[in-house]
């Protein structure tokens, strides 16, 4: 699966919208760009995945650029509540034990 | 409601005893899943089961056991022979081929003293 590089952290401002930033620049024609996030002490989170066309649902907004090379989540009024780290993810349908390979993620900190 | 159940949530062991934690599921996923967590870092797979009666070794799965005997059930051993046990365990399932994500269980923090 490709591997993917993330901000280590960012700020945001409560109502604001966050952009969180992804590269994957090695992704291939398959592979899907999966988003969950992980609020402290609790299990991650499923937010949105995509492969090629940006997807938006009642959490979050995910816009890949055309070349694939990389993704930004939206979340478009965020929340003190949206306080915690998140992941992004490439990986293929069908491969081995349809495993998600977790890196460091983005820990997102909303501000008042 | 359909979800994961691990349990307990926080458990403490003597150094040197073997620990079995809990994984249920009530989603009819084929497959589940058990990852570690250590302060800060991201998740390791520990050990994988994509159908009843067989499970996969992950990229840590020194000191650990696991069966799969139900489908809705995935318990994990954490034998004496894992060096550095006190961690977050967390377990998680997805449908056969978990293009629509996997669920993740609310884990349980083993501290081993």
């Known amino acids: 699966d490709a591997k993917t590089t993330q901000p280590t952290s960012m700020d945001c401002a409560e109502g604001r919208a966050a952009n969180l930033p992804c590269n994957h620049s090695?992704?291939?024609?398959?592979?899907?760009v999966y988003w969950y996030r992980q609020i402290h002490s609790q299990g991650p989170q499923y937010i949105i995945h995509?492969?090629?066309n940006n997807e938006t649902n009642e959490m979050a907004s995910l816009i890949i650029t055309e070349d694939r090379k990389s993704s930004t989540l939206i979340l478009p009024h965020a929340t003190l509540r949206d306080t915690a780290v998140y992941y992004c993810i490439v990986r293929g349908p069908g491969n081995a034990g349809n495993m998600l390979t977790f890196g460091g993620g983005t820990r997102l900190m909303v501000k008042p | 409601d359909g979800g994961i159940t691990q349990s307990p949530k926080y458990l403490f062991r003597k150094e040197g005893q073997n620990v079995t934690l809990s994984c249920e599921q009530n989603?009819?996923?084929?497959?589940m899943y058990w990852y570690r967590q250590d302060p800060g870092q991201g998740l390791r797979l520990i050990y994988y089961?994509?159908?009843?009666?067989?499970?996969q070794k992950g990229d840590i799965a020194e000191g650990y056991s696991v069966s799969r005997e139900k489908k809705e059930s995935f318990p994990l051993t954490v034998t004496s022979a894992q060096k550095n046990p006190t961690a977050f365990y967390l377990c998680?399932?997805?449908?056969?081929?978990?293009?629509?994500?996997?669920?993740f269980g609310s884990g349980t923090r083993l501290t081993v003293v």
């Open positions: 995509g492969l090629k």
């Open positions: 089961s994509q159908i009843v009666n067989d499970f």
């Open positions: 090695t992704i291939s024609g398959n592979e899907y």
């Open positions: 989603l009819n996923h084929d497959a």
């Open positions: 998680a399932s997805s449908s056969d081929r978990g293009l629509f994500g996997y669920t």
